[in-house]
Nanobody, 122 residues
């Protein structure tokens, strides 16, 4: 499976961005998908995940209430809507796919996208 992330950019604090992950090469609906981010000099951390039929979704505490993850199994896409952005959200964002969503909590995935840069200015 291949993942392609897009939608990053530069935004002022309080603004919004919408990240898109397009998935190809395998049956999208068999994978849980999610987002991770990595700030300069820091390790990659889990942001949000959604299971195969969208019945289970979770978020890291740092983004809960501000970010929304969703997927469209007919279009093989996943979206991360990011609102009320803060400077501490600045990072490279990676989309990921795994057969089991629980893998994300261990920082693992079966496939990774290439990353898209999000920069939030104060």
């Amino acid at each position: 499976v291949q993942l392609q992330a897009s939608g990053g950019g530069l935004v002022q604090a309080g603004g919004s961005l919408r990240l898109l992950c397009e998935v190809s090469g395998d049956t999208f609906s068999t994978y849980a998908v999610g987002w991770f981010r990595q700030a300069p000099g820091k390790e990659r951390i889990y942001v949000a995940g959604i299971n195969q039929d969208s019945s289970r979704i979770d978020y890291s505490d740092s983004v809960k209430g501000r970010f929304t993850i969703s997927r469209d199994n007919t279009k093989n896409t996943m979206v991360l809507q990011m609102n009320s952005l803060k400077p501490e959200d600045t990072a490279t964002y990676y989309c990921a796919a795994a057969y089991a969503r629980v893998a994300f909590k261990g920082g693992k995935a079966d496939a990774w996208g290439q990353g898209t840069q999000v920069t939030v200015s104060s």
